[in-house]
């Protein structure tokens, strides 16, 4: 579906919400729910459990949660207006894992 600047952040260690997260743009809110649609559909095909889904009427984000694997699919002003890469990246310190 050709999502743009698409950013993995690599988890472990940091929280134990997932293992992953990955964020993704579109150019619009439609073609953001494009995105969705075809990822949601992809992990049915693949015999994923149904992941949750958050955002999808409005469509400037959408946040599809696997349960190992978070992703974030923005319009390019929604990402850049709360910037998850700063909030999750490197520079991040770790936190403590729950359980």
């Known amino acids: 579906m050709k999502a743009e600047d698409v950013t993995v952040i690599d988890l472990v260690g940091k929280t134990s919400l997932a293992d992953a997260m990955i964020i993704a743009s579109g150019r619009v809110n439609r073609h953001v729910a494009s995105i969705a649609e075809t990822l949601i559909e992809a992990l049915k095909g ?35 207006f709360y910037n998850l890469e700063k909030m999750w990246g490197a520079d991040r310190p770790n936190e403590r894992l729950v359980g």
Do not use: N, Q, S, Y
């Not at 190992?68 to 923005?74: K, M």
């Open 46 to 80: 693949a015999g994923l459990p149904p992941p949750k889904v958050e955002g999808m009427p409005a469509c400037d984000w959408v946040l599809i949660d696997t349960g190992d694997i978070i992703v974030h699919i923005f319009r390019p002003e929604v990402r850049e």
